[in-house]
């Protein structure tokens, strides 16, 4: 049998039937799959007519090498099984092809297949594991990709030592042809190449070797250690007399290896800014100066480091900063007492409390010569109290010198903002009153407006 094509032509309603030979068309449904011990390589028959073939020819080649090598198959099976043992890594080249007795058809569009190479490597923390390659004697070929998995527990990252890195590329040219690279970010291919650390996902990361079509190299060893991030480090506050937050901190426990430091992160609420700091290792104290962002709250942690890799981070410390000023009066005396960065606006987020005592127990009396804050129903924003009656609680904009008078000898104002909305604050006077007056209630008068003031001067002999 010979392979038939058959063509028709037609004119007007009259059609002729015509046989001509020719060569079969190329295979269709080219499949490859590698296997373990092989490269399966499957088709399906050229179009009709498909008795005719007598033998497929499955040719392949290694690349680079571009030498082929020829499987014929004989027998009308529709598949080729291609060796691929001390071929790993490498990429196939594949084609198929039939014939019949006029000759051999086309080759079917090229397939590559790459034979997987590399391994998983499963990593004991702390133990180094080799990885060699090539695992025989010898070097190794040209267009190579292996790629090795490396698998531990927990978080962790990994030390790569390179013992040696023959890869045989010069110092000056760039890792591009031959190289080794992990986690695939840098290459390494210099023989001078030392020691990486590589930051794992999900206690995972990948090494991946390249080789090119050109340059022969010869063989690279890495030592693979994986090292368990350090844990969580200790923190604790004191609050010091002159405005600072003094942290302290304790080093994780169960250290695989000796830490490089610690980073301190601390955030002013509620408007930052946040800062970061970079300890020494041997450093357990930590000073924030709380200087400009007085009664604000302040948020810190700190991690443990081991090279730059950063460990767990601590418990979160929410401190707020102190704001308090102490006033002494003597009798008679007063103390002017202003919101902050008065008269421009104060700062959001903030407590801060007067706390005023009067020698010789006389009753102090406060005066409120300006006052604008943030207004809301019963105060519920920005606001001041007075010790005095804590319930009663100052907001919005209150009538100049309108005076509060205490039967008490000290008091605490305490003023308090929210996140949202600042106004320029307050201006109030805290007065002592004289040694040997008594208490009096002085009457409370409306006055129409501004215009008229009254004042009483009370002078008794001391
Ligand atoms: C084989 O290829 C033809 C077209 O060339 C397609 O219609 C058919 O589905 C393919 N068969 C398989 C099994 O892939
Ligand atoms: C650590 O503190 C910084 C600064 O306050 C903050 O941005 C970060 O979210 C904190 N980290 C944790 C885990 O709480």
Redesign the pocket.
């Known amino acids: 049998m010979v392979s038939v094509r058959k063509f028709q032509l037609c004119l007007w309603a009259m059609c002729i039937s015509f046989e001509g030979l020719t060569v079969p068309f190329p295979p ?2 080219v ?1 490859i799959e590698v296997a373990t011990h092989h490269v399966i390589v499957k088709w ?1 028959p050229p179009i009709e007519p498909n008795d005719a073939i007598t033998i497929y020819v499955v040719s392949y080649s290694i690349l680079p090498d571009l030498r082929v090598t020829i499987n014929y198959v004989t027998d009308g099976s529709r598949f080729s099984l291609i060796p691929v043992e001390g071929r790993e890594g490498r990429l196939f080249k594949i084609q198929v092809q039939a014939q019949n007795k006029v000759g051999l058809g086309n080759p079917s569009a090229a397939r590559y297949a790459r034979i997987g190479c590399g391994k998983t490597l499963w990593l004991n923390p702390s133990a180094s594991t080799p990885l060699i390659y090539p695992e025989t004697e010898g070097n190794y070929n040209s267009g190579i990709l292996c790629q090795w998995t490396l698998f531990t527990k927990e978080t962790c990252f990994f030390r790569i030592t390179f013992v040696t890195l023959q890869l045989m590329v010069p110092d000056n040219k760039p890792c591009i042809e031959d190289y080794v690279t992990i986690g695939n970010k840098e290459h390494f291919c210099h023989a001078q190449e030392e020691e990486r650390i590589v930051v794992c996902r999900d206690s995972k990361a990948t090494v991946i070797f390249n080789s090119d079509i050109w340059a022969p190299g010869k063989r690279f060893n890495l030592l693979i250690m994986s090292i368990k991030l350090p844990g969580p480090p200790s923190l604790s506050y004191t609050l010091s007399s002159d405005n600072a937050i003094i942290l302290k901190l304790s080093p994780p426990t169960e250290l695989t290896l000796p830490l490089s430091g610690y980073v301190i992160r601390y955030s002013i609420l509620p408007d930052g800014p946040t800062f970061s700091k970079i300890m020494k290792p041997n450093m357990f104290h930590f000073s924030i100066n709380t200087k400009h962002v007085e009664g604000k709250v302040i948020l810190m942690n700190v991690t443990a480091r081991i090279y730059d890799i950063e460990g767990v981070t601590s418990n979160l410390l929410k401190v707020r900063a102190q704001c308090q000023r102490n006033i002494v009066l003597e009798p008679n005396g007063a103390t002017d007492i202003y919101s902050p960065n008065y008269p421009n606006h104060y700062p959001l987020g903030i407590i801060c409390t007067w706390r005023i005592r009067a020698k010789r127990d006389v009753p102090l009396s406060v005066k409120f010569l300006d006052f604008q804050l943030e207004d809301s129903y019963r105060c519920t924003g920005d606001y001041i109290t007075i010790s005095t009656n804590p319930d009663e609680k100052f907001c919005g904009a209150i009538l100049p010198f309108r005076i509060i008078e205490t039967d008490v000898a000290s008091l605490d104002v305490t003023f308090i903002s929210n996140n949202e909305d600042q106004k320029s604050g307050f201006h109030l006077q805290v007065l002592a009153r004289g040694t040997s007056v008594q208490v009096l209630a002085l009457p409370q008068y409306k006055l129409p407006s501004h215009k008229y003031r009254c004042s009483i001067v009370l002078a008794l002999p001391s």
Do not use: A, E, K, S
Request: hydrophobic share 0%; proline share 0%; aromatic share 0%.
């Open positions: 269709r449904n499949t399906d």
